[in-house]
């Protein structure tokens, strides 16, 4: 399956990565923004390395604020909600994407219905996640002689590879559900959630283990 021109797989400078889930105030804008903190905490790099993060929601408010308990959430992460605004999902954010992590099984199967090929770079953050732990990071390349994004693309390469061969222990399981209206405590165990599954994505994705 090719990549349909002008998408940021066909790039060599950049990788783009898109976090998407229903409204874009929630979970979207919480991954978005934990793995820019993640990767600027690894790397030292604000710019995560040639690694662009973004996000949008399938029902998106074009425009809106994140909501108020996902921001408290990142600042209990020390991560940056400044100037975040929502997006509706478009053609063009899956065009450009070089990955896709969504919330849930539906998102994804939005995103994938799409076209644009986004089948094969469309994966739930914990189906992500999962496919990710079962690869031997001594089989991608080292960014250090092949840079960063190069990285990226093998990862999901192999992360698509095994996924007709690793499944999931429940439909559940690769779900992170929504918060939305939830008060703060569950905002935070969402949080939480998204964290936990994002750690050995960024490990894999830079080739640098979490800073203890």
């Known amino acids: 399956m090719t990549a349909p021109e002008g998408r940021g797989i066909g790039t060599d400078t950049s990788f783009r990565i898109l976090h998407v889930s229903t409204g874009n105030v ?15 905490d690894r790397l030292g790099d604000p710019l995560g390395g040639g690694l662009i993060v973004e996000s949008a929601g399938t029902w998106g408010h074009e425009g809106a604020p994140m909501e108020a308990n996902a921001e408290i959430v990142l600042a209990d992460f020390g991560a940056d909600a400044s100037g975040f605004v929502g997006r509706e999902l478009l053609d063009e954010h899956v065009i450009r994407a070089d990955l896709v992590l969504t919330a849930t099984r539906d998102h994804r199967a ?20 999962r496919l990710v732990r079962a690869i031997d990071p001594a089989t991608l390349p080292d960014p250090a002689d092949d840079g960063m994004v190069e990285r990226a693309r093998a990862l999901v390469r192999a992360a698509a590879a095994l996924r007709g061969w690793l499944l999931a222990p429940s439909a559940e399981a690769d779900e ?16 939480e959630e998204i964290q936990q599954a994002l750690d050995p994505v960024v490990t894999a994705l830079t080739g640098v283990p979490t800073k203890h």
């Open 176 to 191: 992170v559900n929504d918060p939305y209206g939830a008060p703060i405590t569950f905002f935070r165990s969402i949080g």
């Open 110 to 129: 939005q995103v994938i219905s799409m076209g644009h090929s986004a089948g094969l770079r469309t994966f739930t953050l914990k189906e992500f996640t």
């Open 26 to 40: 929630c979970r979207s804008p919480i991954t978005e923004r934990l793995t820019r903190h993640a990767l600027c």
